[in-house]
Structure formats: structure tokens, C-alpha cells
T-cell receptor, first 115, second 114 residues
Framework: EAQVTQNPRYLITVTGKKLTVTCSQN?????MSWYRQDPGLGLRQIYY???????DKGDVPEGYKVSRKEKRNFPLILESPSPNQTSLYFC??????????????FGPGTRLTVL | AQSVAQPEDQVNVAEGNPLTVKCTYS??????LFWYVQYPNRGLQFLLK??????LVKGSYGFEAEFNKSQTSFHLKKPSALVSDSALYFC????????????FGQGTTLQVKP
């Protein structure tokens, strides 16, 4: 089954404790992206990757890191989480290369709480 | 700044009636436009997209959207609402100048009552 998976689905942590949220897709998609969803703000893009070893900042990259060493994986790293990073996080992927018309497939979401 | 606005936090409609969920955007050029739906405790699902051509785009589950360039709008519509359409709807825009970015609106909760 074609899908985007995220782990963990739920995470409660404390301020300053490094964490990684994994994202994996099995569709051989080139493009992957991370978003956070907050009430009243919709989804905001954190980082995206057009291909392996190519990443770029979205609208809210502060406090986050990403890497794209393999096509299928795009982990989101919070080196020193803070309470304002409490949010619902979504990973997405698409076949997009240069046409920009591809739709994105979203993972199920990771609910992160930083105390 | 580039932005997408969904002016209604919630839209209420009776089952069987037509529905409209509004979206306007402020992006230079001719962007690509999308609608996504989110059911409770689920990720987003693609509904439809406008790239070019006919201003009326048909999508999944009987939804359609009308692109209006002069009003920079991309309203989502359905002729006859179902209770199962109740969900959170997001409009999104991909600027042509940056193919990697996707800008979302704030979301509109659609409530369809029997």
C-alpha cells in the first residue's frame, strides 16, 4: 500500500531534550515536506526537500533541522525543543519534480507536546 | 507577503443543500491551487487542484472548485452536501516562482446537519 508513515504518532517530552520524528514514504517520491498544524493558523511549512541531499526552509524553520540522506526518509529533528513547538506535525510527499502540479500525500500526523 | 485566506472559520449547511467554502489568495503570478480535506484524527487528503484551463475544476467526492483570476479566489463547492462531508477543509497555493513551497489557509470547518 502506498503510504507516508510517521513515528511516533504521539510524543510528550520536556524542554531541551532532543527528539527526532521519522517520516518514510514507499512511493519513490522525490519531494518531501514537513508542516506543523496549529489552531487558527492552518498548516505552515517547516522544511521541504526537492530530492536527496537537497533541503530548503519553509515559512517556520526556526528550531528545526532536517536531513535527506535517502529518497524514502525525511526525519524532522528538534535539537532543543521548547513549549512553543507543541503542535501537530505532518509529513508529506509527492512525485513533484519541476512541474509543480503534483499533489501531496500526507502522513497520519505526530502530536508533540513539549512540557 | 504571499498568503491564503479562508474567511470563514466554520460553515454550517443542511444536508442536501449546496455548500461553498471560500478561499482567496495573494500570490504573484499564476499559482497552482489546491483543496485538501482533513477528517478527525487523520492526515490531509487531496480533493482537487487547478493548474490551468477551465475555471471549473471537478474533484473527489462530488466536490468542485471555481477559479476566478480577477478576484483571486478559488471557492470550493458541492451541489448537495452530505453529513459525511463534515470535516476541516484547507485551501493551498503553490507559487509558480517557488515550486517547493505550499502555502495553506487557516482552514474552514464544514458542519453538515441532517
Amino acid at each position: 500500500e502506498a503510504q507516508v508513515t510517521q513515528n511516533p504518532r504521539y510524543l510528550i517530552t520536556v524542554t531541551g531534550k532532543k527528539l527526532t520524528v521519522t517520516c518514510s514514504q514507499n512511493m519513490n517520491h522525490e519531494y518531501m515536506s514537513w508542516y506543523r498544524q496549529d489552531p487558527g493558523l492552518g498548516l505552515r511549512q517547516i522544511y521541504y526537500s526537492m530530492n536527496v541531499e537537497v533541503t530548503d526552509k519553509g515559512d517556520v524553520p526556526e528550531g528545526y533541522k532536517v536531513s535527506r540522506k535517502e529518497k524514502r526518509n525525511f526525519p524532522l529533528i528538534l535539537e532543543s525543543p521548547s513549549p512553543n513547538q507543541t503542535s501537530l506535525y505532518f509529513c508529506a510527499s509527492s512525485l513533484l519534480q519541476f512541474t509543480s502540479t503534483d499533489t501531496q500525500y500526507f502522513g497520519p500526523g505526530t502530536r508533540l507536546t513539549v512540557l | 507577503a504571499q498568503s491564503v485566506a479562508q474567511p470563514e472559520d466554520q460553515v454550517n449547511v443542511a444536508e442536501g443543500n449546496p455548500l461553498t467554502v471560500k478561499c482567496t489568495y495573494s500570490v504573484s503570478g499564476n499559482p497552482y491551487l489546491f483543496w485538501y480535506v482533513q477528517y478527525p484524527n487523520r492526515g490531509l487528503q487531496f480533493l482537487l487542484k487547478y493548474i490551468t484551463g477551465d475555471n471549473l475544476v471537478k474533484g473527489s467526492y462530488g466536490f468542485e472548485a471555481e477559479f476566478n483570476k480577477s478576484q483571486t479566489s478559488f471557492h470550493l463547492k458541492k451541489p448537495s452536501a452530505l453529513v459525511s462531508d463534515s470535516a476541516l477543509y484547507f485551501c493551498a497555493v503553490r507559487p509558480v516562482s517557488n515550486t517547493g513551497k505550499l502555502i495553506f489557509g487557516q482552514g474552514t470547518t464544514l458542519q453538515v446537519k441532517p
